[in-house]
């Protein structure tokens, strides 16, 4: 038998900072010589004239390819031939989760080094050595693992600043989860992302970003609605980005996203972000395992006044919905999933009975707090 061991994985740099954009150059060119940038066509307009510049200036040329909404196994595919037919030797994802998910994976087919330039703070996908495939309809199909982290992470605070501020509030759905599923983990000596039991560094760090989004992510989000970068802004940004990627990848995942992965299947939740799709999972991890009530209230409290769900009425299914909450339930609960990393058996049946209950329990939070009550998002953002 194998003795069990704990590791902890990271990108070998990451940098953050106000226009740090203008100077990826700088910091691509000691990992490769022949860059493929991977962008959108609307993140590239906005980055456009200062990758340019900070490439030429670094002596390295630029070439750029388009990518579409999601990291599909086809446009993964495609992104290969790509590389190939390039001769690069670096792939730089500048832009969302998607695009940098779908540069790891068809980097590391390719056996070249890869780069993530997050242009929002929404997701802690950039650090880690892992992407999330979907279906051209935004199902989730799997997780793919490698061997190493990006080469390079680097995001520009001015560029988080001047994208809408859903963008952040998003971030921090998928952030608070992490201390969330990084303490089950370490209750049930599961085994995390990085392939060993959960650290005492990954859980710290787990812990460190909850309490950092905590003191700073109204002031951040105010900074943000300014278009500005502030202190606030800078430490959410970390929060959500490096402290919740090293959180999640070496502390441990457990039931939120295992909830969010199943909620890709209801087509009602496809408009809403995966921050958002990830609070209710977490919200829904609390009633599993039997949260104090206070612990609750507060949750319900931030999270509703953040601006992330935390009832099923917000992401567009209602508790008469049996055969949707069964569907997302059973995506849940298949065997793969890390929701079996909770400190106890966890069900199917117990996941429908958790999300049903959501709904009355948050609603009388927020009424006996004077909190608005639920809106629909998907209309509403």
Excluded: C
């Excluded at 070496?250 to 972000?273: F, R």
């Amino acid at each position: 038998m194998t003795t069990p061991i704990r590791t902890v994985m990271s990108p070998a740099r990451y940098v953050q900072g106000k226009d740090a954009i203008t100077r990826l150059g700088e910091f691509v060119a000691p990992i490769g010589r022949r860059p493929l940038i991977v962008s959108d066509d609307i993140v590239w307009g906005l980055v456009e004239d200062a990758v340019t510049a900070g490439f030429e200036t670094a002596g390295l040329g630029v070439e750029r390819v388009g990518f579409g909404r999601f990291a599909t196994p086809a446009a993964i595919d495609e992104l290969v031939e790509t590389i190939q037919g390039a001769s690069a030797d670096v792939v730089v994802a500048i832009g969302g989760g998607s695009a940098i998910d779908a540069a790891k994976a068809a980097g590391h087919l390719a056996g070249i080094r890869w780069v993530s330039v997050p242009t929002v703070a929404s997701t802690d996908a950039p650090t880690s050595a892992l992407a999330v495939v979907y279906t051209d309809e935004g199902e989730f199909i799997e997780y793919r693992f490698f061997p190493r982290n990006p080469d390079l992470v680097l995001i520009d605070t001015q560029l988080v600043a001047n994208a809408p501020a859903k963008f952040l509030v998003a971030g921090i759905g998928d952030a608070l989860a992490t201390w969330l599923e990084a303490r089950a983990s370490a209750r049930s000596h599961a085994t995390t992302m990085a392939g060993g039991l959960p650290t005492q560094a990954g859980t710290a760090l787990a812990e460190l970003s909850w309490r950092i989004i905590h003191e700073n992510a109204f002031s951040a989000l105010a900074a943000a609605e300014d278009g500005v970068v502030t202190p606030a802004l800078e430490a959410l940004v970390e929060a959500n980005t490096l402290l919740s990627g090293l959180g999640f990848e070496s502390g441990g995942l457990a039931a939120a996203h295992a909830i969010h992965n199943g909620l890709t299947a209801a087509p009602q939740t496809h408009g809403l972000t995966h921050g958002q799709k990830v609070n209710i999972g977490s919200m829904t991890q609390l009633v599993l395992e039997g949260a104090p009530r206070a612990e609750i209230e507060d949750f319900v409290e931030f999270t509703t006044r953040v601006g992330l769900p935390n009832t099923l009425t917000e992401i567009g299914l209602t508790v008469d919905d049996l055969d949707e909450l069964t569907a997302v339930a059973e995506a849940a609960t298949v065997e793969t999933e890390t929701i079996h990393n909770m400190p106890f058996p966890v069900t199917a049946a117990d996941v429908v009975a958790a999300l049903v209950s959501i709904e009355r329990l948050s609603r009388s939070i927020r009424a006996e707090r004077g909190l608005p009550e639920p809106e629909l998002y998907v209309a509403a953002h």
